[in-house]
């Protein structure tokens, strides 16, 4: 039974997110707690509703069920990632960049200006001059003239939302029931509240050594980082090892990142995967490593993706892989979608139907009519038609391989280094957009599709898995996501303004306010328009490459239960994220392998606490200095910068 206090508590926790995370993105500049598919928010304040406030409840005969916790987790978890990367913390200061820093040799007001409709900006010049420079004193944060521009972003962000968990209740049953997915994600929250029926105000987790002789070592490590920044004199530990430093010589000097990093979270993630994913990380990692420095060794000119850290020709390998792969993953629940459609339109309710968040005849309409309703908005906006089909059916496509990713892989953080703007240019140059819609893609480019590392689909899927192994019925689930989203987006657009106004957007983290919106979105759309990008045959080959790649891969797994290559693996590897993982994954591999051979599986799962000990301590122990760095004031205390 989910009762209503529950569902407050968690708004109010997502509220206490929507405040704190734009202060440690904007402001504090330290450790990110909303932008992972594990966000430390979350579980942060989760560990303290079960292990403190509950504890407490239990004693005093008033406690929170298993599914009341595992709502106010899912609530938190789902909304903890719009106010950071995933929406207003780039919405604001993207929509109003080419009108502040707009100057004659920029040529914004020229280019730009009069392609960006009226109703997506506000209108007053003050009003845009003083979210970067400040507030004159006596004046008040102009609200008023911000209700119209964010009510249109938002409803656009609604629709994206709505098609995205319309695409959850279409995989669900493929990926839950018939494909049996791990969700590695989902194993912490729900081992955290089971009970064991002794009346013990402890959970069987917490009482477990194992996992508290592994909660203490991140615990340990991260405290004797953290007051080595407050006071010098203490000994460090690093946890970042930068090993391009020592590639001076041609070719190896072609690797301008090659990192070794430790991250205990991604030891217990990978604990509960499959060996052949997590090896396919780190080994296809290391071949586009190589990849580069053959490269190097042959003369070939390897510059990086347009407004991206990572060289342009692996992220258009692995772009082409992940349009392939999302083809293959609806090809391969054919039969699923059949089943669907006529469960969908069939007078009967059935008990499949009813097993889900959402009819699915609801999920359907709502899958058609929100894609529909983000092409009208578009067009409305000056894009033409077919652009915003393609780059919609792009984003859809990663944003579905990115959910697999996480429900398969226990990949807790993404970062794509491609937009799907760029990655229609290949085939179709600029020009044939029309100039009218590339501002608007630009734009939509960064706030929504920006590294896809906090987009809402894999929040979706993982708690409507939550929900079935928690018991928390799935209806009320449906219901308090979306409350949380709606709390989150009003409170986190009130701090942003908040925040800018009060310091000005330019002495805030310049990524946010500067660069990004400046650099990436302003300046790249002038110049698509300006010098308009042709056709390159070179990136659309090495696309249809990847996409031959992984569609080799997906065979072979498919086929060969002995292929150690995985699909996936060659995704996440080629990306950005793989040079923060790959030594970490490694690492978890390693130590699944031989506790799996020397142990076998008896040992394996003796020692499960130990590993989902990592997770929590790494995530608990960054949450609790944020909160001393809010007390402190202090600022660049990033602990986990990911």
Not at 92 to 101: D, E, L, N, S, V
Not at 170 to 183: A, D, M, S, Y
Not at 199 to 226: E, Q, T
Request: glycine share 8%; charged share 10%; net charge positive.
């Amino acid at each position: 039974m989910i009762r209503l206090r529950a569902v407050l508590i968690g708004l109010v926790a997502v509220a206490a997110l929507g405040i704190v995370t734009p202060f440690c993105d904007l402001l504090w500049i330290g450790s990110l707690i909303g932008a992972t598919y594990m966000p430390v928010g979350a579980i942060f304040l989760f560990f303290f509703f079960v292990f403190i406030l509950n504890t407490i409840l239990k004693a005093l005969k008033i406690p929170f069920s298993s599914a009341e916790l595992l709502l106010i987790y899912a609530m938190m978890a789902v909304a903890a990632g719009i106010p950071s990367f995933g929406f207003s913390v780039h919405l604001i200061p993207i929509i109003t960049a080419p009108f502040y820093y707009a100057t004659p040799t920029n040529r914004y007001a020229e280019i730009l200006h009069p392609l960006i409709p009226k109703w997506t900006v506000p209108k007053n010049p003050d009003t845009i001059k003083w979210l970067y420079e400040g507030l004159p004193q006596g004046t008040g944060i102009p609200y008023r003239d911000w209700v119209g521009p964010l009510f249109w972003w938002t409803l656009l962000a609604l629709a994206i939302y709505l098609v995205m968990f319309c695409l959850s209740i279409i995989v669900r049953k493929q990926w839950v029931e018939n494909e049996r997915l791990v969700f590695p994600l989902a194993h912490l929250p729900v081992d955290m509240v089971k009970e064991e029926g002794s009346g013990s105000p402890v959970p069987p987790f917490f009482k477990n050594r194992l996992m508290w002789i592994a909660f203490l070592i991140p615990v340990i490590v991260y405290s004797i980082k953290a007051l080595h920044f407050y006071f010098p004199i203490v000994p460090g530990i690093n946890l970042d090892f930068r090993m391009e430093k020592f590639f001076t010589e041609k070719p190896w000097n072609s690797l301008s990142v090659f990192w070794l990093k430790i991250y205990f979270c991604v030891l217990g993630f990978m604990y509960l995967i499959p060996t052949t994913l997590s090896f396919s990380i780190w080994f296809f990692y290391l071949l586009f490593q190589m990849e580069t420095v053959i490269g190097a060794t042959m003369g070939f000119p390897m510059p990086d993706f347009p407004g991206a850290f990572i060289k342009a020709f692996h992220s258009y390998q692995v772009a082409g892989g992940i349009i392939a792969l999302a083809v293959l993953l609806f090809w391969a629940m054919r039969h699923e979608l059949k089943q669907i459609f006529v469960r969908a339109w069939s007078t009967a309710s059935s008990n499949e139907d009813r097993k889900e968040a959402l009819n699915l005849r609801l999920a359907l309409l709502g899958l058609v009519g929100g894609f529909l309703f983000i092409c009208f908005w578009a067009m409305t906006a000056g894009v033409r038609f077919w652009a915003i089909f393609v780059w919609a059916l792009i984003f859809f496509f990663v944003v579905i391989v990115t959910t697999r990713i996480v429900a398969e892989g226990g990949v807790f953080y993404i970062h794509h280094e491609f937009y799907p703007l760029e990655l229609i240019m290949p085939f179709t140059g600029s020009a044939a957009m029309g100039t009218s819609s590339i501002p608007m893609l630009a734009a939509f480019n960064q706030i929504f599709a920006r590294e896809f590392r906090v987009s809402l689909m894999p929040f979706f899927l993982n708690n409507i898995k939550i929900a079935e192994v928690g018991g928390v019925n799935k209806k009320k689930l449906f219901i308090s996501m979306w409350l949380a989203i709606l709390v989150i987006l009003v409170v986190s657009y009130v701090t942003i303004l908040n925040l800018m106004y009060k310091f000005g957007g330019v002495n805030l983290l310049n990524w946010f306010t500067n660069y990004l919106p400046n650099q990436l979105v302003a300046a790249r759309a002038a110049h698509y328009i300006s010098s308009p990008v042709l056709p390159n045959l070179k990136d659309a080959m090495t696309m249809v490459a990847g996409a031959g790649i992984v569609t080799f891969l997906f065979w072979m797994t498919r086929i060969f239960l002995w292929w150690p290559f995985h699909p996936l693996g060659y995704i996440v590897g080629g990306g950005y994220a793989g040079h923060h993982l790959w030594f970490s994954t490694m690492l978890g591999w390693l130590s699944k392998t031989l506790i799996l051979k020397l142990g076998g599986i008896k040992v394996y799962q003796k020692l499960m606490p130990l590993f989902m000990g990592l997770i929590l301590g790494e995530f608990v122990i960054i949450g609790a200095w944020v909160i001393v760095d809010l007390i402190t004031g202090a600022k660049g205390n990033f602990l986990m910068w990911i």
